[in-house]
């Protein structure tokens, strides 16, 4: 047994290379690698205009759709319960969906899928504004800045979604938490014992 153990690791990491290099999802990007997202404005359901810009200040998962493609009908469930859970931490789900027949197909859809996040009707201009979009789902991953911090083409795992979030959201935090905690560290170091 021991004398296969060395193949099969081996074929484990051949196999885990192949998964990583064919994936389609990307790490969040370094901030300083992040390029802005291309503002636009397109309507909503009600008609009323949607700027990306109005959501600086929240981390965004700007997810162009159609109704027709499979892999969307997937990820959308779990938009809706990111768009649920997240949404009081600073987080919005945007979804421009590219349907041809516009809010005919659209609207109905909506209903239907109980979809608890705002979605636009998308053109070109907006498609080539973000490389072309041509596949379907493609979604970016907005930091709170309104830069372009992560990219996905085609399906990607829930969880892949999830680690974008909590990272994005995390990063402010995590720096005021992570200056806070080395404040008791150094005063305890120079021998203060307030703590009751």
């Known amino acids: 047994m021991s004398r296969f153990l060395p193949a099969l690791v081996a074929g484990l990491l051949a196999v885990t290379a192949c998964e990583s290099t064919g994936t389609v999802s990307a790490a969040v990007k370094n901030a300083k690698d992040r390029r802005p997202a291309p503002d636009f404005t397109l309507k909503d359901v009600m008609g009323r205009p949607v700027k990306l810009s109005d959501y600086k200040g929240k981390v ?32 919005a789900v945007l979804g421009i969906s590219m349907d041809e027949e516009g809010w005919e197909v659209v609207k109905p859809y909506l209903e239907k899928s109980k979809i608890n996040y705002r979605v636009v009707i998308g053109d070109d201009i907006t498609a080539q504004q ?67």
């Not at 759709?65 to 768009?83: D, M, Q």
């Not at 399906?155 to 938490?177: C, E, F, H, P, R």
């Open 60 to 91: 965004v998962l700007l997810n162009f759709w159609a109704t027709w493609c499979g892999p969307c009908k997937i990820e959308i469930p779990w938009f809706v319960e990111f768009e649920q859970t997240y949404k009081d931490s600073g987080f």
């Open 130 to 196: 973000y490389g072309g979009v041509d596949s379907l789902p493609t979604s970016f991953m907005l930091d709170r800045e309104g830069r372009i911090a992560s990219t996905h083409i085609g399906l990607v795992s829930k969880g892949s979604y999830q680690n974008d979030i909590k990272t994005l959201l995390g990063t402010a935090v995590s720096k005021t938490a992570a200056v806070a905690a080395a404040r008791p560290a150094a005063s305890g170091a120079s021998g203060s014992a307030s703590a009751k």
